[in-house]
């Protein structure tokens, strides 16, 4: 099995609030990220794929299928985004990195046509990411 990633950048911004608690219950939960005109973060995506290598093609996946994928599915749906507000799953769901995640992931699956996806890792920060594997 060969593992393949390719990353892509993006700017979005969020508020974390959960509308069946009080605004007392939301500012103590989420402090600053309660804030309802929001805030922002630079995010790395880093897409894995798995698979077998392509006798033909000699690889997993072209990636430059994956980068167009991505584009296509994550950056023009997130980037530059308010996404509690421009993203429909987001107006009910907390936008947290881990949600976001789950989302994205929810996006890129069914439209692999090669490979198996393997990983979502979201980078909130430099230092801080999340990795999903599917359910």
């Not at 939301?26 to 600053?32: T, V, Y």
């Not at 880093?46 to 290598?53: H, I």
């Amino acid at each position: 099995m060969i593992y393949v990633t390719r990353r892509a950048e993006f700017s979005a911004s969020h508020y974390y609030h959960n509308p069946d608690l009080s605004p007392e219950e939301n500012r103590r939960l989420f402090g600053k990220c309660n804030n309802p005109h929001g805030h922002g973060h630079n995010y790395t995506l880093e897409v894995t794929v798995a698979g077998e290598v392509d006798p033909t093609t000699g690889m997993v996946m072209d990636l430059k299928e994956l980068k167009k994928l991505l584009e296509a599915e994550v950056l023009e749906q997130m980037d530059h985004k308010f996404l509690n507000e421009e993203v429909a799953v987001f107006s009910t769901k907390i936008p947290t990195t881990e949600n976001i995640a789950v989302e994205i992931w929810k996006m890129l699956e069914p439209k692999l046509r090669l490979g198996k996806l393997h990983r979502i890792r979201l980078y909130e920060t430099p230092d801080l990411y999340v990795e999903y594997l599917g359910d």
